[in-house]
């Protein structure tokens, strides 16, 4: 009954109820950040353990407790690996870094000889508005020194926090599955039902082919490296292999870093541009062949979608934002296509594929009679 009395309000009413509660919705998300953001983490790895932490209960026949906590340690162990390999090729990195100054001295030569001779402004001129700003950015040293730590002790307590939900959802699985159910009406529970279900197999889908398409790309851009004589080919292979989660965006990042730190320690420029042309084939041949291949098609998000998402993501969560931004993106989609009243914003949320199709053409034959009057 409410709902066929919200139905029959003028559309400027509606529109006002949807854009407040979108509002209330942003300003809670952006406000409860600290707490959502390490819970929306935690489901996802959750969702991620939950096969290996059932195996352990029902092959090893350990206690939920010791099999949530040992799932949580082996994924510690894993992460922890890969902050280890990423830590010793960096500490390789600050090994040279007189050379990397050098380097980065000839360039800056350069790139004022350029200056001077394309725009007039003589190296007396860049060097002194060179001096200006570092006098100011040293003098912002100490605030620059203590945000960091600031943002170390927050990224700290934000993994710690992370793990822990991540135990006690695990735990309480059955607990929280029951909540869910019990919340809504009789006849809602088993799409209900359905809905967690193919959440969780798009989720575990989603990550496990994330991680792998992560591996190979940071694999073939290593050996690629290797093969051109980059000097810290596993560094700068592994950082494109993180970057790349970020969809668009990130291969730039890890472009312009990979860029960067060959610049510094090539003795050949023309190394660079070999760089550049192999980040661009791979990120090419990952968006049209492996990510369809290895993430699948089971929930397709178009690319408009996914960059505003992306940006919407880190304008509001920063970092973080970006990473969850698809994950949260395929969920609504689930949720969408399920719930009959929302299937059209699934259909602008997905790709135009024969699925996509066929589904708008089932909406607009189910709303034709309404829109001629027909009645039946």
Known sequence: MDIQRFKGLPFYLKLASVLFSLI??????????????PVIFSCLFSILLLPFAAWLENKLHLPRSAASMLAVLCLLACIGGLLYVIGSQISNLASDWPQFQDQLHKTQDDIMNWIRSSFHVTKHKQLTFVANT??????????????????????LLFLVFTFIYTFFFLLYRKLIMKFFESVFQEENKKLVHDIIEKVQFIIRKYIIGLLIEMAIVATVVSVAFMLLGVKYAILLGLITGLFNIIPYLGIFTALVVSSAVTLATSPSQGTVIY???????????????LLPMVVGSKVRINALVTVLGVIIGEMVWGIPGMFLSIPVIAVLKIIFDRVESLQSWGIILGDEDYKQNKLAKKLTIKKKPVLTGTGE
């Open 134 to 155: 570092t006098n100011k950015v040293v003098a912002s040293g100490g605030s620059v020194v203590g945000a960091t730590l600031l943002s170390l002790s927050s990224v």
């Open 24 to 37: 209330a919705m942003v300003y809670i998300v952006i406000v409860a950040k600290e707490i959502l953001s």
């Open 275 to 289: 760089v550049m042309i192999t980040l661009v084939i791979t990120h090419l041949i990952d968006s049209n062949v």
